[in-house]
Structure formats: C-alpha cells, structure tokens
C-alpha cells in the first residue's frame, strides 16, 4: 500500500512503540489518527509529529470501552476522512504469578481483576478498533490493511497469563481477519517484539536490564524504530496477509 494521503489510525500512539510507528508512517506521507487516553500526551505527539512535517491529529480514546471506540472512529471519519488503516498497538500490563506459594499454602493468586483489566485493553480493544477500520474500510469501498501488535509473551511467560493469553489471542484476531476480509481487499499482520527500550524497559533496574540484553542472541534491546520498520513492512507488502513478523533479536528460537 502506498501511505501518501492515507489515513492511518494507530493506537497508544502518544509515546513509545505507537509513536514510533506514527514517525514511521507519517514520513511515509500517511495521514495519522493518534488515539490514547491522555489529551495531553496526544497533543505533545501531535506537535512533535508537526515539527517533522507529519500530519497528524490526536483522538482520545478508551479502547476497551465500545462507545469510546466508536466514537473515536467516528470523529476520525468526520474530520480526516475513512481509515484505509489501523495499528493496534495499544497494550497494559499487571503481572502476577497464577498463584503464590509458601510452604505448601497459597498466600496470593492474580486477581480476577487483573486478568479482566489486562484481557479488555489487550485483546477486547484490538477486536473493537479492528472491528471500526474494518467497517470504514469496507463501507468506503477501500483496501486496507490492519497490524496486530502481539509480543515475544505470546508464548507463555511467567507472571504473564493475562498479558500472555491476550498477546496470543491478538494474532489469532489477525490470521481470523486476514481469512474473512481478504474479499474486500483488507490484509492483515502481527508484529511481535522482543525486549524493546521503551519507558516500560527504563524503569527497570540497571542489573535486571543486563540480564535481558545477555539472554538476546543480539546481546542489546530493540529500538522503538525496529518494531515501526516491521509495521511498515506490512503495509508497504501487498501479498503479506495474515502472518506474523517475530522482531526480537533471535530471542524466540
């Protein structure tokens, strides 16, 4: 697909990966629809994007809530015009073992509330948002394209079963879309990082960040910038549908 005078919605976009994704793309000559929750961080990322000559306008957004959504998608519509793409990128996490042992008695399990809070960000917003480009896509009579961010989690990962259930759920929406919406010229794909340096990462403690860059075949993190070329990779590859980029240095053999 060629992103000149495209409109592109991208989730999570006023920091980190989204934004990174938003550079990528708006230099590529799409137009940005920037969702998140915060109308302060939008409106830095918007006059950030500006200052680089990237066309973007911001959307606050809740995306596990149906009616934000789908008004979000609406004003996008009213004021950019139908998205020929989506990147779903919008992800939290709130990690805990299933359960916590102590000598044979379990002092903690993850909360219901835990795992629901993570599920509806992670994989019920991917399905919302995916659900409105793909309705404006279709009712505009445009091809598309949808990119799924997954994670190395998908997997399985301790401490992870909401996030990792829900990063794998996240690719099963893409391969399930990419096979309904062929018809109506709409790829779809996934992108899957690694340990990537983000603020999430930066807030680690220095030795515990050592020991992911040792675990990495490539021996450091990823860069924002990394995961966004994998992005773009799949809108710029017309026969690319339905699968998977792995971005994470070899990690995952």
Sequence with gaps: MQLAEKVIAITGAARGLGYAVAQQLGHQGASLALLDMSAEALD????????????????VVDVADE??????????ATRMGPVSGCVNNAGITDDALLVKVNDGKVEKRMSFEAWQKVINVNLSGVF?????????????GLEGVIV???????????????YAAAKAGVHALTVTWGKELARYGIRT??????FVATDMTASMRPD??????????????????????????????????????????GLRL
Excluded: H, W
Aim: hydrophobic share 45%.
């Design 44 to 59: 830095q990322a918007v006059s950030s994007l500006a200052a680089e000559g990237v066309r973007a306008q911001a959307f």
């Design 67 to 76: 009616v934000s959504v789908i008004t979000a998608f609406n004003d996008i």
């Design 128 to 140: 919302l948002c995916g659900r409105e480009a793909a309705t404006q896509m279709i009712e505009a």
């Design 148 to 162: 799924n961010i997954s994670s190395i989690s998908r997997a399985g990962n301790m401490g992870q079963s909401n």
């Design 189 to 194: 794909g996934t992108v899957a990082p690694g």
């Design 208 to 249: 515990m960040l050592e020991r992911i860059a040792a675990s990495v075949p490539l021996k450091r993190l990823g860069e924002p910038e990394n995961i966004a070329k994998s992005v773009a990779f799949i809108f710029d590859n017309d026969y690319f549908s339905a699968r998977m980029i792995e971005c994470d240095g």
